[in-house]
């Protein structure tokens, strides 16, 4: 009768369900390890919608299949459907060629291994629209009339007001300039070169930091007492402790900019061995550090879910192989999802990781 036979089908595919949602749950959950609030958001709410989903399956799906009536049709093993023939014959095929099947495996896992060092990390998040879109279109053209919509800044610390320190901030400004992708610089040293020009009858030639530093406490006197101090509070504190370069740039990918912020910080280390350090922050360095940050947690949440599953495996059948069993398919999938990312040019990004 239909309960018994309702019974029975959930006594034999009641595990296979169970152990399928428990270990997509996992894999989902492994996400709130993650130290970015958006994946553990995204974790945990697809975690409850397939715990929701695995637990109506075994309990509204049963009882509505009680109160209806039972099919007229049956399918017995000789009138199989077509998925049905297929699937066998798949499977024959399978057992019959099995070591060609392993030996096939391991090499699309080894051809897609190689691809992996090819993916390339994205973390602007310009890169997550179309060109075609509003936003890309209003950055395109903000990159092209003006200096560029990423800014990053150095932070410098000392003696903002000595002729060294500022000289050092100039530097740095130049060699930023030199880069493509940078629209403009700006600093407290862009201002004193330009009022010392002014002081030398608007002469080019004077358009650099004064040697003196009573000429530069001058020059910054001179502008105090003409000028709006406010101007260039965004370049220096109230006590000339802390000064910042602030450079815009075009957009540009996650790797170029770690790569210049690299090659800034190295530039600095080697023309300025006082001991002092320049601290590189702004939008350009929290987009670099962000992509570490993706990279280390996505690679945490394989790794436990990986664990995970492994443990889960081992828990309901009590066999270790069989626990390794369950994560073989997952981890070449691991291996062919990034190794197709690689090969195809597929970013990895937020979304892409989330994914």
Known sequence: DKKTALTKTIEHIGTPVLMEGVTTMVGFLSLMTAPLPVFLVFGSLLALGVFLAMFFSLTLIPAILLLLPVPKKKIDEENQSFIDQLLLRIGNYIVRFRKTVIVLGI???????????????????LTFFPETSD????????????AGSLNMNLLFRGDIQSTEMLQAMDSVQQFLERYPETGTTMSLATIVKRINRSLHADDLQFERIPEDNGAVAQAILLYNMSGSPEDYEQFVDNGFENAQVTALMKAVGTNRIAQIAKETEQFYKDTFKDGSAVEITGLTVFIKDLAQIVVSSQAGSLIFALFAVTFLAWLTYRSWKIGILAIIPLGIT?????????YTGIDLSIPTAMI
């Open 107 to 125: 090499a699309l896992a080894i051809i897609f291994a190689f691809g992996i060092p090819k993916t390339n990390i994205e973390m602007n998040p």
């Open 135 to 146: 936003l890309i279109q209003a950055n395109n053209t903000v990159d092209k009339q003006l």
């Open 334 to 342: 691991i291996i062919f999802k990034f190794g197709l990312m690689g």
